[in-house]
């Protein structure tokens, strides 16, 4: 069952969106129909009081378009009755400096934002309206120089990171914010956990400092139509202690807004009802089989396009995808290119070409690309390979190995299945991974790998609304599988005649081609001893309220050491 996340019967121009931007939104983003939340969110925020407001929104329910939109109505709708106008023509133009800042936690979701915000602005010319508005983004890991030049020619809608809009806020004097009329805290949830409380604070201030200035020195102007102060909007899938204290100071009387698919989850961020959730119980030392069989088994099947694999660590992450593309390789002696080196100014064009484009499919995963990410690779690596897994069609198959760094906020278009091999730090944080699949109301499938002593953890997932259900015997899809020629799915009778291995052995094969390669490898045997040590230190991260289900003496660590390909702990 579709959940149902678009109003029938409804359009944006219904809801008070200018018919350009309804148009532009049919035919470039082929949006007929606002969603629930934009129903909900876009008429408060066009209303002529401009109060502040809280958006609680799932992951996937439209919400940048919630907020965006408001945004760019009034600045159209402004300029083509006001271009002519003595005392405000002058403000529709990129001189006038910044109207709109949105803020994210990371650079991904900035880039997402960002990319939508520039299709947005591709809109098609009519009498009265033409293109003034500049957008831009100014993230960590960029350079600073070319930032700064394009804040002095003049941005109006501005895109970026708390850290870095605080820097250029302290030392960009051409940046002008005096006319700042839309603040935006998006994930608000996310820009706490990453700790950003005192950054945001530091920003408030400094904003309206700035406003007091304009309005002492009459550079401040009223614009009908826009907000008379600062209209600020903070976005939450979940609304917790920590948002309700950023609410506090960073908001004056806000409107609540969510929908009641919503406002049932206490507090919760709502699990699509079309999600299929299930999990695999293994010992440690069978993990890494366990992992290739379900990798195998999801993309033998026609409809999985995408699949996005979440472990705890990068050096995990790392290791896995070296081993899944060199392991099998008869001819390779498992050395990989260095694609993480810490200065990215000395990555070649080579390196980001490999990434966006995928690996070729591999003896392990044929017809199949695979992509990792997470948060210790170069800026530019990780752009490379959001943008490559996002381009591949609903006909290729791909698999992206990742941290939580892609957990939230990073739109990843028709995921088919979620499989987080490494069950995550909190609750919250399972359900903001399992909100890549499912979306906009299409089928999804989520699979969690749990050990025997972590079966309790079944019970906190269904006191929070998520109930799994087993899925066995994964290791008998195996002897169906292929491996290039280098694993034979056969073995001989006495009378010479081929007979199909047993899933035992064909699972101790596979393994042993995993511990033969790194055994080979000195470069793969470190990575795999970096992954193991990071891997036990993250098992230590877990909640206080979840450490007798995730205690590191319930680990059996030679038994860990297996899942890393190892024939001991280092």
């Known amino acids: 069952e579709a959940a149902p996340l678009f109003v029938k019967n409804e359009t944006f121009t219904g809801i008070g969106i200018d018919p350009l931007l309804s148009l532009h939104l049919s035919k470039k983003f082929e949006f007929e129909k606002p969603t629930l939340i934009q129903k909900a969110s876009i008429p408060v925020l066009l209303d002529p009081t401009h109060n502040d407001a809280i958006i609680q929104a799932q992951t996937g329910s439209g919400k940048t378009l919630a907020f965006l939109l408001p945004i760019l109505h009034s600045l159209i709708r402004s300029a083509a009755?006001?271009?002519?106008?003595?005392?405000?023509?002058?403000m529709f133009s990129r001189t006038a400096g910044t109207f709109a800042i949105i803020l994210a936690p990371t650079r991904e979701l900035a880039h997402q934002i960002s990319e939508v915000l520039d299709s947005l602005l591709k809109?098609?010319?009519?009498?009265?309206?033409?293109h003034w508005i500049v957008s831009s983004i100014v993230v960590g890991g960029e350079k600073r120089k070319s930032e700064k030049a394009r804040l002095r020619k003049g941005v109006n809608i501005l895109v970026c990171t708390p850290g870095r809009l605080l820097d250029h806020l302290r030392t960009t004097d051409s940046f002008d914010v005096s006319n700042l009329r839309w603040l935006i805290l998006d994930e608000a949830d996310n820009l706490l956990h990453l700790g950003f409380e005192e950054t945001l604070r530091d920003i408030l201030k400094i904003l309206d400092t700035k406003r007091d200035v304009g309005l002492y020195n009459q550079t401040r102007v009223h614009v009908p139509g826009w907000p008379r102060g600062r209209q600020t909007v903070l976005c939450s899938a979940t609304i917790e202690a920590g948002v309700k204290r950023l609410a506090e100071y960073a908001l004056v009387k806000p409107n609540f807004i969510r929908v009641a698919a919503v406002a049932d989850t206490n507090d919760a961020a709502t699990i699509p009802?079309?999600?299929?959730?299930?999990?695999?119980?293994?010992?440690?030392?069978?993990?890494?089989?366990?992992?290739?069989?379900?990798?195998?088994?999801?993309?033998?099947?026609?409809?999985?396009?995408k699949v996005v694999v979440f472990m705890a660590t990068g050096d995990s992450v790392d290791f896995h995808f070296d081993s899944f593309i060199h392991a099998l390789d008869s001819n390779d002696t498992g050395a990989g290119i260095d694609l993480d080196a810490e200065d990215e100014d000395d990555k070649t064009t080579y390196d980001a070409v490999k990434l966006k484009a995928g690996v070729q499919p591999t003896n392990l995963f044929p017809n199949v690309r695979l992509f990792k990410l997470h948060g210790s690779m170069p800026h530019a690596h990780r752009q490379a390979t959001y943008t490559g897994f996002c381009a591949q069609s609903n006909e290729d198959k791909s698999i992206l190995l990742c941290t939580?760094?892609?957990?939230?906020?990073?739109d990843l278009p028709d995921v088919a299945h979620i499989v987080q091999y490494d069950p995550p730090g909190e609750v919250r944080d399972y359900i903001h991974r399992i909100g890549r699949t499912a979306r906009l109301g299409r089928q999804g499938a989520a699979t969690l790998f749990l050990m025997p002593s972590e079966l309790l953890y079944l019970e906190t997932l269904k006191s929070a609304g998520c109930d799994l259900v087993p899925t066995n015997n994964l290791l008998e899809f195996l002897p169906q599988c292929k491996f290039g020629g280098v694993l034979e799915s056969y073995t001989t009778h006495a009378n010479g005649k081929p007979k199909r291995k047993t899933f035992e052995v064909a699972a101790t094969d596979l393994h042993m081609a995993f511990e033969r390669h790194i055994m080979a490898s000195p470069s793969s045997n470190k990575a795999a001893q970096k992954a193991y040590t990071?891997?036990?230190r993250a098992y230590a991260t877990h909640t206080v309220a979840e450490r007798h289900i995730f205690h590191i003496k319930n680990l059996h660590l030679g038994h860990w050491a297996k899942s890393f390909a190892l024939r001991e702990a280092p």
Request: hydrophobic fraction near 35%; proline fraction near 7%; charged fraction near 15%.
């Open 81 to 90: 009755r006001q271009s002519t106008h003595p005392t405000t023509q002058h």
């Open 123 to 130: 809109y098609s010319l009519q009498m009265h309206y033409r």
């Open 273 to 305: 009802k079309q999600l299929k959730q299930s999990y695999v119980l293994t010992p440690p030392k069978l993990r890494l089989v366990t992992l290739i069989a379900l990798l195998r088994k999801i993309t033998s099947t026609p409809n999985a396009s």
């Open 404 to 410: 939580d760094v892609a957990a939230r906020g990073l």
């Open 534 to 536: 990071s891997q036990i």
